[in-house]
């Protein structure tokens, strides 16, 4: 399903805000096509071309994208923040698929403290 090759170099780690609330579309090597919905909650929609769904847990563990349902867990190489509209060929010990973010979040701004007028 998912298996992350260097995406794009982007000075920040990947730590999957940038998929919450948005879709990813995935397409199989055997031409098997899914979108992921990456719920803000850690709940994941899995719907396939018929219409189908299913659902799972997503969350980020080190390096990897990880997809946990009752039955399994599947984890993918994701080094890289997802950019909209780019695809990427990710892997897991399973099976290998192009993942392409529908949108995705910006990254979240670090504010640093301002110093008052004593300090």
Not at 36 to 45: D, E, H, L, Q
Not at 80 to 86: C, D, E, H, K, M
């Amino acid at each position: 399903m998912l298996m992350a090759t260097p995406a794009v170099a982007q000075d920040m780690d990947a730590d999957g805000d940038e998929l919450r609330g948005q879709t990813v579309d995935v397409v199989f090597a055997d031409g098997t096509r899914n979108s992921i919905f990456f719920g803000s909650t850690g709940v994941a929609t899995i719907s396939n071309t018929t219409g189908q769904t299913a659902t799972a847990n997503w969350f980020v563990r080190g390096d990897e994208l990880c997809l946990q349902s009752s039955l399994a867990t599947e984890c993918y190489d994701y080094d890289n923040r997802f950019v909209a509209g780019r695809a990427y060929s990710l892997a897991s010990d399973c099976q290998t698929a192009v993942w392409t973010a529908r949108a995705v979040n910006p990254p979240r701004q670090m504010v640093a403290p301002t110093t008052g007028e004593r300090g």
